[in-house]
Each structure stands twice: as C-alpha cells, then as structure tokens.
C-alpha cells in the first residue's frame, strides 16, 4: 500500500491523541492551581475533558471509506481505529467516573494523568501500522497501567498487584519484541501492511512464520489475558484500586483485541490453518476461566476469571477469521465493555460502604440498595449471556461465526461454557437478593458521579441488547477496514 | 568461522554470563556491576554490526547514566545489600523446558531459511551519516510520531515514578 506524503490535514489523524495530551497537560496545571475542592473537580474536568475528546473524535476524526496510512505509515486511519478509540474513550470516560469519590488516596491530577497517557497509548495501539510505533504504543498504554495498579503504595496487595503485573508485562514484551525483530529480519520492513507481501518473495519457511507469530500472540494474549497467560489476572484485579481494575479489564482488554485483530488479518492471513492455536487459546481461556471462577469468595477475584472466560468467547470469533468472526468479536467487545464496567463500577461502590470485595458481604444488598442490586444483576445477566442484555446478543454473534466457519465444536464449546458460568453469577446473585444481614437499615451511598456511570452502563447493555443493529454496522465496518 | 564470528560468539557468551549473573547473585550491588557488563556486552555487539553510534549511546547513556544511577539509588534506599529467601521454586523446571523447547524450535526452524547463512554485508558509507538517522527521527513522513511518542512514554512514566515515590513521605490521609 502507498504511503501519501505528508499534508496537514493528516492532523485530524490524530486528533484524540493530540486532545489527550492538551487534556493531560491540563489535569496536571489544575492539580497545582486548584487547591481547593480539587479532588473532585479534577475528576470532573477529566471526565469533561475525555468526552470532549471522543466527541471531536467522533466528528472531526471519521475516516474515509478508503482508508489510508498517514504519517509515513506509522497509523492508518480506518474505521477500526475510529471504533476502538470511541471505545477506549469511552471506557476511560467511565472508569474516570467511577474513580470519583471511590478512595481518597487514588485521587489527584499525577492519577489522572496515567489514566489519560494510557488511553492514548490504546488510541495508537488500534491505530498504528508500523512494527515500532505498535511497540512503542503498547509500552505507553502498559507503564501507566503498572503504576496505576499499585496505586495505592501503602497497600501490600497493591503494590504485589503492580510488581506482578509489570513482571509479567515484561516477560511477554521481550517475547513479543523478538516476535517483531524476526519479522523484520526476515522482511527488512517493520510496515506491517508491507510484510505480507515480503514473505511472499522472501522464501522463508511458513514453519518460521507459525513461531515468530506465536512469539508475537504471547505478548497479545497477555494483553487479553488469555489462558496460559492469565496468571497475572485474579491478582492484579484483586489487588490494584477496583476502578483501575475495570479499566484494566475493558479498555485495556479491548487494546489487546485491537492489536490481535489486525496483526492476524493483516500480516498472517495466510497462515489460517495455525490459527487453531487462537481456538486452543479460545477454549483453554472459556474453561480454566469459568472452572476456577466458580470457586472464589472475593468478587473481584470472580470477575477476574470471569473476566478471562469472557476474552475466550471472543477468541472464537477471531479463530473463526472470517469478516462475520471479526464482527462479533469487536460487537462482543464493545458489549463487554458497557456491562464489565458496571460490575466493578457497583464492586466500587459497595466496597466504598462496605469495606469488603467478600461476595459474603454482599448479603442483603437488595434491601441496602435496591437500584444497585438491579444494576448488579442486569450486568451479571448480560456476562453471562442471557436476553435481552448486550452479553446474550454478543455470545449469538460469536457463536454464529463460529458455526459459519464450520467449527461448529467451537461453538458447543462456547454454548457449554456459557450454560456453567452462569452458575456462578447466579450464585452471586442469590446472595444479593435473597441473603439477609443484620444491617439492612443503612443505605450504601450513591453519589451523582457513580449514578450517573451505572445509568450509561445499563442502559448501553440494554441498548446493545436491544437495538442492536447500528452498533453491528459500527462492528461491521470496522471489522472490514483492517 | 571468521574471526569476527569467533569474536561475536565470546562476546554473546559473556553478556548472557553476566546477565544469568545480574539474577542470580545474592548481592545488588554486585548485580548492579555484573549489569554493567552485561550492557558493555551489547555495546561490542552494536560495535560488531558497525553501528558505532549506538555502541557509544550503549556506553555513555546505559553504563555512563543508567547503571550508575541504579547504584546510587542501591546506596541511597537499602538498608540490606544481601537478599535472603529462596531464589527458586518447585515449578522452576516447567519454564525451563518450555523456553529450552522454544529456543531449540527457532534455531531449528531458522537454520532452514536461506538467510541463515548469508553472510553480513559490509555497510555503505552513507551508514554511518548520522543526519539521516537525526532527520528520519523529525520527518513527519518517517519517525516524527513515534518520536513523539516516545516522550509522551517518558512523561507518562516520569509521573508514574513520582506518584509511586512521593507518597511514602506524606503524611497518612
């Protein structure tokens, strides 16, 4: 594909990520100037701020039908990079929301600021289409993400939270980065819509390609926290501030689908027979996620594996490879992110009253708080896939595709999976409901900015579960214009 | 095998010695020292593929300013320079094998492709212009944005460091 030359129009190119950055250096001068009242208004005008963003984004940064790479070819404006950073916008939007009022020693512009270079760096992952800005791009979304999951430095889970999760980032990194320097040993191009082409005249045995790919899927699977690179997952979410967690299992989640998506349809289409390893990946994720989740007390470490089961039921539309694959698992995506932001919005907001992620404590939350409780359910309902909510309509795409691509075991995988898994959302949900505790009198506290962030989430997953199809054609285009 | 493969290969042996020895040793200071060769060892890597001006970044920016650093921060924050408790545990074996698997199938696989015997090159003069190297990193049409990038990168991680650290001497909330 020719690269243009630079005009300046290609700024519209990377108009979120250049409203970001005005947005960080903001959050950081208001940090100093309001003293004041600032923790919230900080939050408020990161809030502001990020929906101002992805409203340019929305209007001003809407590609055309031909897509093009700009920049030297270091980002390709198409419909996918629209989509995902309407997503990761978004995602950030509400877990900005959520950080309100949640704890006081996660507050203040430096928490913020993380927030906003790690968006960012999601923005670039979906858009890049050069081997460094990709890497470069993944390392700005992850070093934020390292610092914000041991936020809460006095905290030992925190802290063992961040270590963690930065150790094995950099493990999978460094097997990801070999993966990319083999590519342009082989290729002398680090221009991924390039590479296909050189395998081609280049003569390297496919045996070669099959390991420098699955090299490359570790550092993504680790991203998507895909079984056997998951171990990270229960302890980092368990650990790090619950609305870091949300983020880190939604927008940082959908990042690593962005990344995975294009790589496997731009630069290995040929390789379809090894993407089985995407369906061993797929199954082993649905499985070991739901087996181990079903045992846990801690409801963030639940939504952990939880969380895992849900990255495998997407793996299915990306190992069925086709256009309808691709669109369920970016529709499945953005479902997920909606309805997984709301449960760790309402584990957020319990845990603020409460004190405890014990499901146990959970007891009585109907009575304490019945609008919470209802909330809690729809999202529960919606992951674990029943009608009308976004989960359910998500899980028929998937496994539509699925059956499409003639692997049909996938599919009774998945419905198998899907059937379990509900046990335990259901069980979570009878302590809710039906569990009593000696304090049901005290009310749990909702604030404006947390009614607000659980108003959006229902009503998106009522809406994806609903009407759904504009949100299909968003999925749709962006699936095609990789 | 030329002399310069001979070479190379000693080089190599010793930087993953001193890198196997930067995880090993009991004592951070003697691991921050082992690091410094570790790192000298890329350095004469990067001097092997003629690239003079990455091994003189090498030097002056990872041994001259990293390393140093990394010592001096030794100094100034442990108490304890030994490091007791086990090093390993039960399950050491399974990455063992996996990684040794992984290396022996690379090797394997790569030895098959044709570009695994060429020999290097030598490098045109025009190589070693840096201008060009400077320019592509300003040229909109080349690596401007993932130059940019980068600092944002640093920005993001310099806050980081400092909302990590800062914390410690206030006051509890």
Same mark, same amino acid.
């Given at each position: 594909?020719?690269?243009?030359?630079?005009?300046?129009?290609?700024?519209?190119?990377?108009?979120?990520?250049?409203?970001?950055?005005?947005?960080?250096?903001?959050?950081?001068?208001?940090?100093?100037?309001?003293?004041?009242?600032?923790?919230?208004?900080?939050?408020?005008?990161?809030?502001?701020?990020?929906? !101002?963003?992805?409203?340019?984004?929305?209007?001003?940064?809407?590609? #055309?039908?031909?897509?093009?790479?700009?920049?030297?070819?270091?980002?390709?404006?198409?419909?996918?990079?629209?989509?995902?950073?309407?997503?990761?916008?978004?995602?950030?939007?509400?877990?900005?929301?959520?950080?309100?009022?949640?704890?006081?020693?996660?507050?203040?512009?430096?928490?913020?600021?993380?927030?906003?270079?790690?968006?960012?760096?999601?923005?670039?992952?979906?858009?890049?289409?050069?081997?460094?800005?990709?890497?470069?791009?993944?390392?700005?979304?992850?070093?934020?993400?390292?610092?914000?999951?041991?936020?809460?430095?006095?905290?030992?889970?925190?802290?063992?939270?961040?270590?963690?999760?930065?150790?094995?980032?950099?493990?999978?990194?460094?097997?990801? !980065?070999?993966?990319?320097?083999?590519?342009?040993?082989?290729?002398?191009?680090?221009?991924?819509?390039?590479?296909?082409?050189?395998?081609?005249?280049?003569?390297?045995?496919?045996?070669?390609?099959?390991?420098?790919?699955?090299?490359?899927?570790?550092?993504?699977?680790?991203?998507?926290?895909?079984?056997?690179?998951?171990?990270?997952?229960?302890?980092?979410?368990?650990?790090?501030?619950?609305?870091?967690?949300?983020?880190?299992?939604?927008?940082?989640?959908?990042?690593?689908?962005?990344?995975?998506?294009?790589?496997?349809?731009?630069?290995?289409?040929?390789?379809?027979?090894?993407?089985?390893?995407?369906?061993?990946?797929?199954?082993?994720?649905?499985?070991?996620?739901?087996?181990?989740?079903?045992?846990?007390?801690?409801?963030?470490?639940?939504?952990?594996?939880?969380?895992?089961?849900?990255?495998?039921?997407?793996?299915?539309?990306?190992?069925?490879?086709?256009?309808?694959?691709?669109?369920?698992?970016?529709?499945?995506?953005?479902?997920?992110?909606?309805?997984?932001?709301?449960?760790?919005?309402?584990?957020?907001?319990?845990?603020?009253?409460?004190?405890?992620?014990?499901?146990?404590?959970?007891?009585?939350?109907?009575?304490?708080?019945?609008?919470?409780?209802?909330?809690?359910?729809?999202?529960?309902?919606?992951?674990?896939?029943?009608?009308?909510?976004?989960?359910?309509?998500?899980?028929?795409?998937?496994?539509?595709?699925?059956?499409?691509?003639?692997?049909?075991?996938?599919?009774?995988?998945?419905?198998? #999976?899907?059937?379990?898994?509900?046990?335990?959302?259901?069980?979570?949900?009878?302590?809710?409901?039906? #569990?009593?505790?000696? #304090?049901?009198?005290?009310?749990?506290?909702?604030?404006?900015?947390?009614?607000?962030?659980?108003?959006?989430?229902?009503?998106?997953?009522?809406?994806?579960?609903?009407?759904?199809?504009?949100?299909?054609?968003?999925?749709?285009?962006?699936?095609?214009?990789? | 095998?030329?002399?310069?493969?001979?070479?190379?290969?000693?080089?190599?042996?010793?930087?993953?010695?001193?890198?196997?020895?930067?995880?090993?040793?009991?004592?951070?200071?003697?691991?921050?020292?082992?690091?410094?060769?570790?790192?000298?060892?890329?350095?004469?890597?990067?001097?092997?593929?003629?690239?003079?001006?990455?091994?003189?970044?090498?030097?002056?920016?990872?041994?001259?300013?990293?390393?140093?650093?990394?010592?001096?921060?030794?100094?100034?924050?442990?108490?304890?320079?030994?490091?007791?408790?086990?090093?390993?545990?039960?399950?050491?074996?399974?990455?063992?094998?996996?990684?040794?698997?992984?290396?022996?199938?690379?090797?394997?696989?790569?030895?098959?492709?044709?570009?695994?015997?060429?020999?290097?090159?030598?490098?045109?003069?025009?190589?070693?212009?840096?201008?060009?190297?400077?320019?592509?990193?300003?040229?909109?049409?080349?690596?401007?944005?993932?130059?940019?990038?980068?600092?944002?990168?640093?920005?993001?991680?310099?806050?980081?460091?400092?909302?990590?650290?800062?914390?410690?001497?206030?006051?509890?909330?």
């Amino acid at each position: 594909m020719e690269t243009p030359a630079f005009t300046p129009a290609m700024f519209l190119a990377v108009l979120p990520e250049l409203g970001l950055l005005v947005l960080a250096g903001l959050v950081l001068f208001a940090d100093i100037l309001l003293r004041r009242r600032r923790e919230r208004d900080l939050g408020l005008l990161t809030f502001g701020g990020l929906l !101002l963003v992805a409203g340019l984004t929305l209007v001003f940064s809407r590609p #055309n039908l031909v897509p093009e790479l700009v920049f030297g070819g270091m980002l390709r404006m198409d419909w996918a990079t629209y989509v995902f950073r309407l997503v990761f916008l978004i995602g950030a939007a509400i877990s900005v929301l959520f950080t309100m009022d949640s704890d006081r020693r996660i507050r203040g512009g430096a928490f913020y600021l993380l927030v906003i270079v790690s968006t960012l760096g999601m923005n670039l992952m979906a858009a890049s289409a050069d081997l460094i800005m990709l890497y470069l791009a993944i390392e700005t979304t992850s070093i934020p993400l390292y610092v914000l999951s041991g936020a809460l430095v006095r905290d030992q889970k925190s802290t063992e939270a961040g270590i963690k999760y930065m150790l094995f980032g950099a493990f999978t990194s460094a097997l990801m !980065l070999y993966g990319f320097s083999l590519l342009y040993g082989f290729t002398g191009t680090t221009q991924m819509y390039a590479l296909k082409d050189m395998f081609d005249t280049g003569a390297i045995p496919t045996a070669a390609l099959v390991l420098v790919a699955l090299l490359i899927l570790i550092g993504f699977s680790f991203k998507i926290s895909a079984v056997p690179f998951h171990f990270w997952a229960p302890d980092v979410y368990e650990g790090a501030p619950t609305p870091v967690a949300g983020y880190l299992s939604t927008a940082s989640k959908a990042a690593g689908f962005a990344v995975l998506l294009r790589f496997l349809a731009v630069v290995f289409p040929d390789l379809y027979p090894s993407w089985l390893l995407v369906a061993i990946l797929a199954v082993s994720s649905m499985i070991a996620g739901n087996v181990l989740a079903m045992t846990q007390k801690n409801i963030k470490r639940l939504l952990a594996y939880s969380s895992i089961a849900q990255a495998g039921y997407m793996l299915i539309g990306v190992a069925a490879g086709t256009e309808l694959g691709y669109t369920s698992s970016i529709f499945y995506l953005i479902s997920y992110l909606v309805t997984n932001l709301a449960a760790f919005g309402i584990v957020v907001i319990v845990g603020r009253t409460v004190g405890s992620d014990e499901i146990a404590s959970y007891a009585g939350l109907s009575r304490r708080s019945p609008g919470l409780a209802l909330a809690l359910m729809v999202a529960l309902l919606s992951l674990g896939g029943v009608p009308p909510f976004a989960g359910f309509i998500g899980k028929l795409f998937v496994f539509a595709a699925a059956v499409q691509a003639d692997m049909i075991w996938l599919a009774l995988v998945g419905i198998v #999976n899907a059937v379990f898994a509900l046990y335990y959302y259901l069980v979570v949900l009878k302590v809710v409901w039906l #569990n009593r505790s000696e #304090n049901e009198e005290e009310k749990i506290p909702v604030t404006r900015p947390w009614a607000l962030a659980v108003v959006v989430c229902v009503a998106g997953m009522l809406l994806l579960g609903t009407l759904f199809a504009p949100w299909y054609q968003w999925a749709m285009q962006a699936a095609t214009a990789f | 095998m030329t002399i310069q493969q001979v070479f190379f290969l000693a080089v190599a042996a010793i930087t993953l010695f001193a890198a196997v020895m930067v995880v090993s040793t009991r004592r951070i200071m003697h691991a921050a020292l082992w690091l410094i060769l570790a790192l000298f060892g890329v350095a004469v890597s990067f001097a092997l593929l003629e690239t003079g001006f990455f091994a003189v970044v090498q030097v002056v920016v990872y041994i001259g300013a990293i390393a140093i650093l990394i010592i001096f921060a030794v100094m100034l924050t442990r108490q304890v320079f030994l490091d007791v408790g086990p090093q390993l545990n039960r399950g050491w074996w399974i990455p063992a094998v996996l990684v040794a698997g992984l290396y022996a199938a690379l090797v394997g696989v790569l030895s098959t492709w044709s570009g695994f015997q060429t020999q290097a090159a030598a490098l045109p003069e025009a190589a070693s212009d840096l201008s060009q190297f400077g320019l592509a990193l300003v040229d909109v049409n080349a690596y401007a944005v993932p130059f940019e990038v980068a600092s944002v990168l640093l920005l993001g991680a310099l806050v980081g460091a400092i909302f990590v650290a800062s914390d410690r001497k206030g006051v509890e909330r």
